[in-house]
């Protein structure tokens, strides 16, 4: 399975960004992490295919999470950023004990 980030980039602190991971396969788990400057990665948000979600404390409220399962496509909606959500933004999609990672997109906040 290989998976393919887009939407990164440069935003202002209160400003929005989208993020977008399309899949070549369908799996049941499909979420972003995140690494910012020497921090380890944190789970940001995930979604399984019936809709479930699950948010770090630090999303809840700003970022919301979505798919397209026709697409085999995770979203990230990322609303009012703040400076310490600069970081290198990782999609991630898993089934059982499987798990697949693209490739990270830069999401730099300004303030």
């Known amino acids: 399975v290989q998976l393919q980030a887009s939407g990164g980039g440069l935003v202002q602190a209160g400003g929005s960004l989208r993020l977008s991971c399309a899949a070549s396969?369908?799996?049941?788990?499909m979420g972003w992490y995140r690494q910012g400057p020497g921090k380890q990665r944190e789970l940001v948000a995930l979604i399984l295919r019936g809709g479930t979600t699950n948010y770090a404390n630090s999303a809840k409220g700003r970022f919301t999470i979505s798919r397209d399962n026709a697409k085999n496509t995770v979203y990230l909606q990322m609303n009012s950023l703040k400076p310490e959500d600069t970081a290198v933004y990782y999609c991630?999609?898993?089934?059982?004990?499987?798990?697949?990672w693209g490739q990270g997109t830069l999401v730099t906040v300004s303030s």
């Open positions: 396969g369908s799996l049941n788990g």
């Open positions: 991630n999609a898993f089934e059982g004990i499987f798990s697949y």
